[in-house]
């Protein structure tokens, strides 16, 4: 191997140093090509875990208690490790690395649970290291995570970045698991990690491993798209007072709001004691105006049969059936914000019937923009020896930001709170947690939008018969009838007259009425058929649960002669605290389900828990060149029947370089607890949980019609002059939902991949390609329920016209109803979806130190010939491409990074908005200035810098440059 001089190891001297009370002083500096100092090496005595790392400016300082001669190794990361032989205290080393694009040492604990070079890993694994994090023109680490391999970052706030990887990507991923340190960082109610609220601040993160796909073979549920580990830095080898400052601008055009600065700040300190003991503590804080989601497009154009097609003079501006993306209120697509406009002459044709929207409001207008995250940690260590310690870590986040599941959220001083304990010995591990989640003064933006409405407008009735009067009178003042020629104009006459009376933004009556809703816990709104509600109606999102996790692992590879062996085993309950509104307690009757007790609690709390364990079995065979892995794991969930997820690979090595690798596995998804317990009144269409017991007495499973069908149903009823008699002869197009029992999302996954590094470490390759099949997955699906009828009787088909929603006496010839319910349900899918793809990596160094990397990645899903209950939403695009091209030491103390993003067009399904996400093509740029005298570095950066405004997801936010500088100081009190 060519050597080449990357670093010297200057000892000025290494040891000056005498005896401190009986220890020693190890000193000195690491410095690169340019002389410039390498942050971050690692210095440590050999077979030893005592050690440091360098601070900003290569310099170093370790007190040792240490006979002579001892080895010291010294590694950095991009450069080959050294051995030093220290025999004296006077010895001045000088050492030469290797640069290195690619170490083929590095190791990787995700992928497998324990650790193992990443070139033989079994499954595809892709790491951040702290160089890498260091020189991302992101605006932060974590949102370093969209350049990866295989990975889409989608951005649902400045605070709120979800990722995901391989299809089925959604902002509320319950798919893909996130780590810090091992420990799940799920807010449960909600059912995803918030981003990295309560994560890493920018001062303590030192890696990140992100295993794309399926892990659940060996992580249980919520792993089953993958997950990502973030592990933070070691308080014994990273000691001192580090500080950090980012500043930036964004909005710098103007278009959503007037350009705006976001700030962060955060300090880490940590101290170790005669390597025994160590403590660490972190905190930052993070604020500014969030991205806007303001798209005005209407997903339910007047050709839809959810509209009006049958009157093309209401195309375009002036449907009357407006959906728009960002606009809440006006749900037409789902039916839950309409009114039937009824008995209508046009063109001289009676008994015509229009589907009109209500107003509603834009989400800029319900959603404050402004947003901040405080996070704080600390964490003690002590070692009962060198193999054996004990750590506690506390974290806590506060958040603002908007979360999208089936509608948007406002997250407004959300607190999340995780205690941590872990006994860590030289083969084994044993961890308990507990996470408490409070969703503080959150709301839920469509329930708010609703009742701004009703509460100021009317109620569904009384503004349709506004709606229609002023409709009528327009048409007896322009010509006495309405005809296509006057339609448009009257019916915007009509809304506007039905409308008088409604709160506008930006008006103090808006505000109050507003803040009275957001504070109300309520979404029902006080009416004939409901008469305890409040009279304004409320929004607030009130969720309160604690999760109780223990886990263990033992490596019994010592125990066993033939083969290596690790098991391992875990168990967590989840109690969720009703709160009448989200979460009920379903021993209370249906009817007390959202009333307070006496003590003011809305019952006892919810248990919903898991228990699993596992086993794995690895071998290597013919010299180390093949190495195989067996695993099994079985989960059980006492609502659901036990599963066994099995996972087979094995790692092939030819000439010590390429590696090639294949891995099968099953795996299975218990839904979250949102998905199983949810019984959420939301727009009067119930948002219910897939466990049966919610099923009870309300017949949604087994006595509905499906949502689609309905909408084909009335379209034709209408045409017909929406009659009784026109119900009955289209009762065919109804179709009945017949929803299945439910149970675990599962998937087979199959991968293969291969992995070198070649011409003399310069060039890092990976290549993979996978399929996946799910079988049963979870999903939403609308249904109706006739109250008090059967499905297939008259009386039921009558209940689906859109006029008996609510119940109805008989009149002008047709019968009376007892009106419909409407569920939104969690349930499985009944075909299977067959996602595939393949991804593909590349870095090469070159004169020096220059690189470039890049990847490409393409997924794509298998269609189905029949039709499912639900879209399943694959919200992928197939081709996406990330290149890099940068040089971390240009000159002594100065480096760039340049990262270009390409991903093409791709459609967005969801139950809140479906529509096409435009092609995304946006460059990020960063150069790095080091200050070694005042051990400092300065970073002026931006992501987007051409400012191509866009979104990653339909209804999600418009996404522009951001520019920004950061200065950290590193390393001091570090003595």
Same mark, same amino acid.
């Given at each position: 191997?060519?050597?080449?001089?990357?670093?010297?190891?200057?000892?000025?001297?290494?040891?000056?140093?005498?005896?401190?009370?009986?220890?020693?002083?190890?000193?000195?500096?690491?410095?690169?090509?340019?002389?410039?100092?390498?942050?971050?090496?690692?210095?440590?005595?050999?077979?030893?875990?005592?050690?440091?790392?360098?601070?900003?400016?290569?310099?170093?300082?370790?007190?040792?208690?240490?006979?002579?001669?001892?080895?010291?190794?010294?590694?950095?990361?991009?450069?080959?490790?050294?051995?030093?032989?220290?025999?004296?205290?006077?010895?001045?080393?000088?050492?030469?690395?290797?640069?290195?694009? &690619?170490?083929?040492?590095?190791?990787?604990?995700?992928?497998?649970?324990?650790?193992?070079?990443?070139?033989?890993?079994?499954?595809?694994?892709?790491?951040?290291?702290?160089?890498?994090?260091?020189?991302?023109?992101?605006?932060?680490?974590?949102?370093?995570?969209?350049?990866?391999? +295989?990975?889409?970052?989608?951005?649902?706030?400045?605070?709120?970045?979800?990722?995901?990887?391989?299809?089925?990507?959604?902002?509320?991923?319950?798919?893909?698991?996130?780590?810090?340190?091992?420990?799940?960082?799920?807010?449960?109610?909600? +059912?995803?990690?918030?981003?990295? =609220?309560?994560?890493?601040?920018?001062?303590?993160?030192?890696?990140?491993?992100?295993?794309?796909?399926?892990?659940?073979?060996?992580?249980?549920?919520?792993?089953?798209?993958?997950?990502?580990?973030?592990?933070?830095?070691?308080? &014994?080898?990273?000691?001192?007072?580090?500080?950090?400052?980012?500043?930036?601008?964004?909005?710098?055009?103007?278009?959503?709001?007037?350009?705006?600065?976001?700030?962060?700040?955060?300090?880490?300190?940590?101290?170790?004691?005669?390597?025994?003991?160590?403590?660490? #503590?972190?905190?930052? $804080?993070?604020?500014?105006?969030?991205?806007?989601?303001?798209?005005?497009?209407?997903?339910?154009?007047?050709?839809?049969?959810?509209?009006?097609?049958?009157?093309?003079?209401?195309?375009?501006?002036?449907?009357? =059936?407006?959906?728009?993306?960002?606009?809440?209120?006006?749900?037409?697509?789902?039916?839950?914000?309409?009114?039937?406009?009824?008995?209508?002459?046009?063109?001289?044709?009676?008994?015509?019937?229009?589907?009109?929207?209500?107003?509603?409001?834009?989400?800029?207008?319900?959603?404050?923009?402004?947003?901040?995250?405080?996070?704080?940690?600390?964490?003690?260590?002590?070692?009962?020896?060198?193999?054996?310690?004990?750590?506690?870590?506390?974290?806590? @986040?506060?958040?603002?930001?908007?979360?999208?599941?089936?509608?948007?959220?406002?997250?407004?001083?959300?607190?999340?709170?995780?205690?941590?304990?872990?006994?860590?010995?030289?083969?084994?591990?044993?961890?308990?947690?507990?996470?408490?989640?409070?969703?503080?003064?959150?709301?839920?933006?469509?329930?708010?939008?609703?009742?701004?409405?009703?509460?100021?407008?009317?109620?569904? /009735?009384?503004?349709?018969?506004?709606?229609? /009067?002023?409709?009528?009178?327009?048409?007896?003042?322009?010509?006495?009838?309405?005809?296509?020629?006057?339609?448009?104009?009257?019916?915007?006459?009509?809304?506007?007259?039905?409308?008088?009376?409604?709160?506008?933004?930006? /008006?103090?009556?808006?505000?109050?009425?507003?803040?009275?809703?957001?504070?109300?816990?309520?979404?029902?709104?006080?009416?004939?058929?409901?008469?305890?509600?409040?009279?304004?109606?409320?929004?607030?999102?009130?969720?309160?649960?604690?999760?109780?996790?223990?886990?263990?692992?033992?490596?019994?590879?010592?125990?066993?002669?033939?083969?290596?062996?690790?098991?391992?085993?875990?168990?967590?309950?989840?109690?969720?605290?009703?709160?009448?509104?989200?979460?009920?307690?379903?021993?209370?009757?249906?009817?007390?389900?959202?009333?307070?007790?006496?003590?003011?609690?809305?019952?006892?709390?919810?248990?919903?828990?898991?228990?699993?364990?596992?086993?794995?079995?690895?071998?290597? &065979?013919?010299?180390?060149?093949?190495?195989?892995?067996?695993?099994?794991? @079985?989960?059980?969930?006492?609502?659901?029947?036990?599963?066994?997820?099995?996972?087979?690979?094995?790692?092939?090595?030819?000439?010590?370089?390429?590696?090639?690798?294949?891995?099968?596995?099953?795996?299975?998804? &218990?839904?979250?607890?949102?998905?199983?317990?949810?019984?959420?009144?939301?727009?009067?269409?119930?948002?219910?949980?897939?466990?049966?017991?919610?099923?009870?007495?309300?017949?949604?499973?087994?006595?509905?019609?499906?949502?689609?069908?309905? =909408?084909?149903?009335?379209?034709?009823?209408?045409?017909?002059?929406?009659?009784?008699?026109?119900?009955?002869?289209?009762?065919?197009?109804?179709?009945?939902?017949?929803?299945?029992?439910?149970?675990?999302?599962?998937?087979?996954?199959?991968?293969? @991949?291969?992995?070198?590094?070649?011409?003399?470490?310069?060039?890092?390759?990976?290549?993979?390609?996978?399929?996946?099949?799910?079988?049963?997955?979870?999903?939403?699906?609308?249904? $109706?329920?006739?109250?008090?009828?059967?499905?297939?009787?008259?009386?039921?088909?009558?209940?689906?016209?859109?006029?008996?929603?609510?119940?109805?006496?008989?009149?002008? @010839?047709?019968?009376?109803?007892?009106?419909?319910?409407?569920?939104?349900?969690?349930?499985?899918?009944?075909?299977?979806?067959?996602?595939?793809?393949?991804?593909?990596?590349?870095?090469?160094?070159?004169?020096?130190?220059?690189?470039?990397?890049?990847?490409?990645?393409?997924?794509?899903?298998?269609?189905?010939?029949?039709?499912?209950?639900?879209?399943?939403?694959?919200?992928?695009?197939?081709?996406?491409?990330?290149?890099?091209?940068?040089?971390?030491?240009?000159?002594?103390?100065?480096?760039?990074?340049?990262?270009?993003?390409?991903?093409?067009?791709?459609?967005?399904?969801?139950?809140?908005?479906?529509?096409?996400?435009?092609?995304?093509?946006?460059?990020?740029?960063?150069?790095?200035?080091?200050?070694?005298?005042?051990?400092?570095?300065?970073?002026?950066?931006?992501?987007?810098?051409?400012?191509?405004?866009? #979104?990653?997801?339909?209804?999600?936010?418009?996404?522009?440059?951001?520019?920004?500088?950061?200065?950290?100081?590193?390393?001091?009190?570090?003595?």
């Amino acid at each position: 191997m060519k050597r080449i001089i990357a670093s010297l190891l200057a000892l000025f001297p290494l040891l000056a140093l005498a005896q401190l009370n009986g220890a020693l002083l190890l000193s000195g500096k690491v410095v690169g090509e340019n002389h410039e100092g390498l942050a971050a090496a690692s210095i440590t005595i050999k077979g030893t875990s005592i050690g440091t790392t360098s601070d900003s400016t290569g310099k170093f300082s370790l007190v040792i208690n240490q006979k002579l001669p001892f080895t010291i190794v010294i590694s950095s990361i991009g450069f080959a490790p050294q051995e030093i032989e220290v025999k004296n205290t006077n010895t001045k080393l000088a050492v030469q690395l290797t640069t290195q694009t &690619f170490l083929a040492n590095e190791v990787v604990v995700t992928a497998s649970r324990t650790s193992e070079k990443i070139l033989k890993s079994p499954v595809s694994v892709e790491k951040l290291d702290l160089k890498a994090l260091k020189e991302t023109p992101a605006a932060s680490f974590y949102d370093a995570l969209g350049n990866v391999k +295989g990975v889409q970052l989608t951005t649902s706030s400045i605070t709120f970045k979800v990722p995901n990887t391989r299809g089925f990507n959604i902002p509320n991923n319950f798919r893909f698991m996130q780590l810090v340190d091992g420990i799940d960082m799920q807010a449960a109610t909600l +059912g995803v990690p918030l981003g990295n =609220a309560i994560g890493p601040t920018e001062l303590d993160i030192q890696s990140i491993e992100v295993t794309p796909g399926a892990a659940s073979a060996l992580y249980g549920m919520n792993a089953i798209n993958g997950m990502a580990n973030l592990i933070t830095k070691n308080p &014994f080898t990273t000691q001192g007072l580090s500080v950090f400052q980012r500043t930036g601008v964004n909005h710098v055009d103007g278009t959503d709001h007037s350009p705006s600065i976001l700030t962060e700040t955060a300090f880490r300190f940590a101290k170790a004691f005669n390597n025994k003991f160590a403590f660490k #503590i972190n905190g930052s $804080y993070l604020q500014g105006i969030d991205w806007i989601s303001n798209t005005q497009a209407d997903q339910n154009p007047n050709s839809k049969n959810t509209a009006n097609p049958a009157y093309p003079s209401l195309n375009g501006s002036n449907n009357v =059936a407006f959906d728009g993306w960002n606009k809440y209120g006006d749900d037409a697509l789902a039916g839950s914000n309409t009114v039937s406009i009824t008995g209508l002459t046009i063109d001289g044709n009676t008994n015509r019937t229009l589907t009109v929207a209500r107003t509603g409001y834009w989400e800029k207008d319900l959603v404050d923009p402004k947003v901040d995250n405080l996070k704080f940690d600390a964490a003690l260590v002590y070692k009962f020896n060198k193999n054996t310690q004990i750590t506690y870590t506390y974290r806590i @986040g506060k958040m603002d930001g908007v979360f999208q599941r089936g509608n948007k959220v406002k997250l407004d001083n959300v607190i999340v709170q995780n205690h941590q304990v872990e006994l860590k010995g030289k083969n084994f591990t044993i961890k308990a947690y507990t996470t408490n989640e409070n969703t503080g003064d959150s709301y839920n933006v469509k329930p708010l939008a609703d009742n701004l409405d009703l509460y100021t407008g009317g109620s569904a /009735t009384a503004w349709a018969a506004k709606y229609k /009067t002023a409709l009528t009178n327009y048409a007896s003042a322009n010509g006495g009838s309405l005809t296509s020629t006057n339609l448009a104009a009257a019916t915007a006459y009509a809304r506007q007259q039905a409308d008088l009376g409604r709160v506008e933004p930006g /008006t103090a009556r808006f505000n109050t009425v507003k803040d009275s809703i957001i504070k109300i816990n309520n979404w029902d709104i006080k009416s004939s058929t409901i008469p305890n509600a409040p009279v304004t109606g409320g929004a607030a999102l009130i969720q309160k649960s604690n999760l109780y996790h223990v886990e263990g692992q033992w490596d019994l590879t010592s125990k066993v002669k033939y083969f290596n062996l690790l098991v391992g085993g875990d168990a967590r309950i989840y109690a969720l605290i009703p709160d009448g509104n989200n979460f009920v307690d379903f021993s209370r009757p249906i009817a007390e389900r959202n009333t307070p007790l006496a003590d003011g609690s809305f019952g006892s709390d919810t248990y919903y828990k898991k228990f699993g364990g596992f086993v794995q079995v690895t071998k290597t &065979f013919f010299n180390e060149k093949l190495k195989l892995w067996g695993s099994l794991r @079985g989960d059980y969930n006492p609502e659901f029947s036990a599963k066994f997820t099995p996972r087979i690979a094995a790692v092939y090595t030819v000439n010590e370089k390429h590696n090639f690798r294949f891995t099968f596995q099953q795996g299975y998804r &218990f839904p979250a607890l949102f998905e199983a317990l949810s019984y959420v009144n939301n727009g009067r269409v119930k948002r219910v949980g897939i466990l049966p017991i919610i099923n009870e007495g309300l017949g949604y499973r087994e006595n509905s019609y499906t949502q689609s069908s309905v =909408a084909i149903f009335n379209a034709a009823v209408k045409a017909a002059g929406n009659s009784d008699a026109a119900a009955l002869d289209n009762k065919n197009l109804l179709q009945v939902a017949n929803l299945p029992d439910g149970r675990p999302e599962g998937i087979n996954s199959y991968e293969v @991949g291969y992995k070198s590094v070649l011409f003399d470490n310069k060039v890092f390759i990976d290549v993979d390609a996978y399929a996946n099949i799910y079988d049963g997955f979870l999903g939403q699906v609308q249904v $109706y329920v006739p109250i008090g009828e059967t499905v297939g009787s008259d009386a039921a088909t009558i209940a689906m016209i859109d006029r008996n929603r609510d119940a109805t006496t008989a009149s002008g @010839g047709n019968a009376a109803s007892k009106g419909q319910e409407r569920y939104r349900v969690y349930t499985n899918a009944k075909n299977k979806y067959t996602t595939y793809g393949s991804s593909l990596g590349v870095t090469y160094n070159f004169y020096k130190t220059f690189t470039i990397s890049g990847n490409i990645n393409y997924n794509d899903i298998k269609g189905n010939s029949t039709p499912d209950l639900f879209v399943t939403g694959f919200n992928t695009p197939k081709y996406t491409t990330n290149i890099s091209f940068g040089n971390r030491a240009l000159t002594k103390n100065l480096g760039f990074n340049i990262v270009w993003k390409w991903q093409d067009s791709f459609l967005w399904e969801s139950p809140l908005v479906t529509g096409t996400v435009d092609a995304i093509n946006n460059i990020d740029a960063q150069v790095t200035y080091r200050l070694p005298s005042v051990k400092s570095t300065i970073k002026l950066g931006g992501t987007n810098v051409l400012n191509n405004r866009h #979104i990653q997801y339909a209804g999600g936010p418009t996404i522009g440059a951001l520019y920004y500088a950061a200065i950290t100081v590193d390393g001091l009190l570090n003595k």
